[in-house]
């Protein structure tokens, strides 16, 4: 089993920034894909963001490319979500999750999903 715990969601204004952080513990943090999910009310969860587990390769929705920056630390077992010019459809619980197969935009490959924290952007 792996846990993970994300942390660092907040209430923010239009145009400012937030960094979610996700602690994992119980399993070998450096060998899993990490990824960020989103699921606004009433929606289905969406990809936000990948990292590999030597971070070398990332990839991004298109909806936060260019706004949103994923990193890793494995020294810490933590993975990181730089979240910058927000706007109010940013809105949404955010989940990270660890596959450990690889590194993918689809929510099912992935083995182990923390409890979320939510992000609201005001307008």
């Known amino acids: 089993q792996m846990q993970l715990v994300e942390s660092g969601g907040g209430l923010v204004q239009t145009g400012g920034s937030l960094r979610l952080s996700c602690a994992a513990s119980?399993?070998?943090?450096?060998?899993?894909?990490m990824g960020w999910f989103r699921q606004a009310p009433g929606k289905v969860r969406e990809f936000v963001a990948v990292?590999?587990?030597?971070?070398?390769?990332?990839a991004y929705g298109d909806s936060v490319k260019g706004r949103f920056t994923i990193s890793r630390d494995n020294a810490k077992n933590t993975v990181y979500l730089q979240m910058n010019s927000l706007k109010p459809e940013d809105t949404a619980v955010y989940y990270c999750?660890?596959?450990?197969?690889?590194?993918?935009?689809?929510?099912?490959?992935?083995?182990?999903w923390g409890q979320g924290t939510p992000v609201t952007v005001s307008s």
């Open positions: 990292i590999d587990w030597s971070g070398g390769y990332k």
């Open positions: 999750a660890a596959d450990r197969d690889g590194a993918t935009r689809y929510r099912d490959d992935y083995d182990y």
């Open positions: 119980g399993r070998t943090f450096s060998s899993y894909g």
